[in-house]
């Protein structure tokens, strides 16, 4: 068994499930329209979720890193192609959002983080599907 393949495959399925847990629930959830203190409420989410996601990702990338390193074939070469359009989306755009909802609630940017986790799980389905089955 290849530890680092392993290690990149569960890492991948952990940030699916999360990603749609995300998609699904805690984003929509974002535009109640009665939400109090929403503010805290959100610097609070998301340092929280930073503690659980960075060592996932930082995990994923690595064994990225290290698989296409090792052997750079078409798949993993693919794969990483997905990984880095997953971190453009999340480090250039929906980061940013976050920023600005941890001071100012807004629907609309809301709206958008959606949409941008809507690609970036459609990326993560697919850098999965591209590892195990190519």
Known sequence: ??????????SNLLMIGISIL????????????????FNSFHL???NKMFYIV???MLTE???????VYK????????????????WLLTFLFIVPIHNFL????SKKRVQRMIRLNGMRTFFWLSKY??????
Request: aromatic share 16%; charged share 10%.
């Open 22 to 37: 995300v998609q699904i629930i805690i984003y929509p959830s974002f535009k109640g329209p009665d939400f109090k203190n």
């Open 129 to 134: 599907l591209t590892i195990v089955f190519c």
């Open 102 to 105: 941890s001071a100012n609630h």
């Open 1 to 10: 068994m290849d530890i680092a393949f392993e290690l990149n495959k569960i």
């Open 61 to 67: 990338l690595f064994s990225s890193l290290f698989l």
């Open 44 to 46: 609070s989410y998301s």
């Open 54 to 56: 960075a060592p996932i």
């Open 71 to 86: 052997n750079p074939s078409k798949t993993y070469l693919i794969s990483l192609f997905f990984l880095l359009l997953i």
